[in-house]
Structure formats: structure tokens, C-alpha cells
């Protein structure tokens, strides 16, 4: 299929539509993970089944309360991937699968760590399934703990400052792609238009999906809640973030960043207050090499940031 900049969005036409998650959830002010799961619903509709692994966003619906106009589920943490899959099994049975999204919506300590099994399990089973990471670099709604999405030198409750988390993060969206994932790519809450395109173009696939969109949290990043947009803005601005698709093991560019200093991204996070001028010139070289290896066909061996 074609490059997600080839797909047609009309943004008038979307923002009419109702709206399929409501206002009055427990997240914080400028939770960048709940306007994640507002896109979701505007790019694949009400015929959506969502699967939650324990997190955050659990407690968007907390009984007798619902955000949702649409069916969702919690599992728990570890098995997002297998109750996704339990549910389209019913479908099938129920000849009601060709027309219903199964989507699972689950935070990075579930991807990256705790439900990694599960979701493995799911892609390489070829499950036509929808499974998006809203990534905030943490377990967040446990207290802010270092998760294998957590970027290197980032404080979390777990890794605190001198040093700050000593390892890189896991490339988790390459890692989909070999396990099978038909589809796979990254994203970003700031980069709305681009994540729909990804969404809509993951419910063409036959079978998984995989997108990991990158989801700022307000206390995690040490920001105020009305900055959480342009910390994650300039994440993919400083190329911290690249956006890209995997098709069929087929690596496309999405997004040329300005590519400005790390420096500026770092600075607005209290999570990175702690750095030192040696630490930042690692992060500004790592990403320089990664960007090199991006843009001159060696995506493959790019070790990100
Ligand atoms: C097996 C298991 N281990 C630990 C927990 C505790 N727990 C609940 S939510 C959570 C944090 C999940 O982090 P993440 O998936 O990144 O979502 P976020 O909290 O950031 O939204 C943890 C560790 C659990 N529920 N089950
Ligand atoms: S702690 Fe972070 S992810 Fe959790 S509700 Fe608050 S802003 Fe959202
Ligand atoms: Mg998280």
C-alpha cells in the first residue's frame, strides 16, 4: 500500500463526527495518552472492540463510569495480545470479524515489558489486530518507573540522577516487524494526522499491526500539563523521534524533522533537569549517527535514541 502521506484526510469532515470518548476521565490535566485514544476512535470509528492493559488509561473507566461509546475491555497487564486475540476468535464464530476493529491500547510497561510475551504471541500468529503502544516512556500509573521504552539518561523513581536510566530503549517497532507484523511504525500524539493515516492504513492489513505512538504524561516528564504537546513536539523535532512505517519488512520515512539541538527537548523535561554537558553530547551524537544510518538506507543497523 501506499506511503501514509499518499492518504487522503479531511479534517472538516472528521471533527463533525461524534465524538466516541468523552470528556470527565480520571488522567491527569494534559494527558497526551487519553487525546491518543480520542485519535484512535476518529480514525477507525464506532465498530471498535478496545482491549486495555492495565495502566493509566484503566482508569478511564472506573464503575460505575465510561468514557466510552464503544465496547472495552480490561484485561490485565500481561496478556493484552491474547484477549485481543480470545475476542476476535468470537468474532470469527460470530461471522462478525470483516467488519469490527480489534484494537488493543496498552502502555509501554505492557509492551515493552510486562504483556511483550502475549504481544509476540499475537503477531506472530498473524492475528489481524491493531495493537498500539501509547508510549510515555515509563510505568507511569505505579509511580513513574523505568520501563524498556525509557530513553537512556531519563530520571524515573527507579533510575534517579546522578546517572538517570543507564540503558537505551528497546527498538520495539523493528522488533515487531520480525516477529511478523505485516505493518509496524511509530507515531506521535503532536503528529495527529500521521498517526490516522497509520491507523486507517492498519485496518487494511490482513493480518497484525503495530504502532507505537509516542504519548507525553505530565507528571512523568516533570512538564505542566498545558506544555506536554510541544515536549513531545520537540522530541520529534530534535529527530528523538523519528516517524516511520514498516511494511512487509519495508522501511519508509514519514517525516523530515527540523532536526534542532537535543538540547532544546531536554531542556523543557525536569526528567532530563539532572544531565550533565557530557550526557547531552552523547544523546546529540547518538542521534546524529542514527540519523546517518536513516537517511542513507542503513535503517536496519540504526541503533535510536
Ligand atoms: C503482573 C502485573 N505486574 C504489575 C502490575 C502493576 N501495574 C499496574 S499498572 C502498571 C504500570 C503500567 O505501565 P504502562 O504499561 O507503561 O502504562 P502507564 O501506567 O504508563 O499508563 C503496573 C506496573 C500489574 N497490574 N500486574
Ligand atoms: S500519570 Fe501520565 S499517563 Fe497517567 S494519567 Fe497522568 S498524564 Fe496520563
Ligand atoms: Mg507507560
Redesign the pocket.
Known amino acids: 500500500m501506499a506511503d501514509v502521506n499518499e492518504i487522503k484526510f479531511d479534517i472538516k469532515k472528521e471533527m463533525v463526527k461524534d465524538h466516541l470518548i468523552t470528556g470527565g476521565t480520571f488522567a491527569c490535566a494534559g494527558c497526551n495518552?487519553v487525546l491518543g485514544i480520542r485519535l484512535v476512535l476518529v480514525a477507525l470509528g464506532k465498530n471498535t472492540i478496545m482491549v486495555n492493559?492495565?495502566?493509566?488509561?484503566t482508569l478511564t473507566a472506573t464503575w460505575p463510569f465510561t468514557p466510552y461509546r464503544i465496547p472495552w475491555v480490561h484485561g490485565?497487564?500481561?496478556n493484552g495480545g491474547s484477549v485481543a486475540a480470545g475476542i476476535l476468535m468470537g468474532l470469527k464464530a460470530l461471522k462478525k470479524d470483516s467488519n469490527t476493529h480489534v484494537v488493543v491500547y496498552?502502555?509501554?510497561?505492557?509492551?515493552y515489558d510486562?504483556g511483550f510475551q502475549a504481544l509476540a504471541g499475537m503477531v506472530y500468529r498473524k492475528e489481524k489486530i491493531i495493537y498500539i503502544c501509547y508510549n510515555?516512556c515509563?510505568?507511569?500509573?505505579?509511580g513513574h518507573q523505568r520501563?524498556s521504552a525509557t530513553e537512556k539518561y531519563a530520571r524515573t523513581s527507579t533510575t534517579p540522577p546522578p546517572i538517570g536510566n543507564p540503558l537505551p530503549r528497546k527498538n520495539m517497532a523493528k522488533i515487531m516487524a520480525l516477529c511478523g507484523a505485516e505493518y509496524s511504525a511509530t507515531a506521535s500524539i503532536t503528529n495527529p494526522f500521521d498517526f490516522i493515516k497509520k491507523l486507517r492504513k492498519a485496518a487494511t492489513m490482513k493480518g497484525s499491526s503495530f504502532i507505537d505512538v509516542l504519548a507525553p504524561?505530565e507528571p512523568g516528564w516533570v512538564v505542566e500539563p498545558w506544555e506536554t504537546l510541544k515536549a513531545g513536539n520537540l522530541m520529534v523535532e530534535t529527530g528523538m523521534w523519528p516517524l516511520y512505517e514498516i511494511e512487509n519488512k519495508k522501511f519508509t520515512l514519514n517525516y523530515k524533522p527540523k532536526m534542532l539541538p537535543v538540547v532544546k527537548a531536554l531542556q523543557m523535561q525536569g526528567r532530563y533537569k539532572h544531565l550533565t554537558e557530557q550526557q547531552v553530547t552523547e544523546i546529540q551524537r547518538t542521534v546524529i549517527n542514527e540519523w546517518e544510518m536513516i537517511t542513507k538506507g542503513r535503517f536496519w543497523e540504526a541503533e535510536e535514541y
Open positions: 495518552p492493559s492495565s495502566g493509566c488509561m490485565a497487564i500481561e496498552a502502555g509501554d510497561g505492557a509492551t510486562i510515555n515509563q510505568f507511569a500509573n505505579t520501563s504524561c
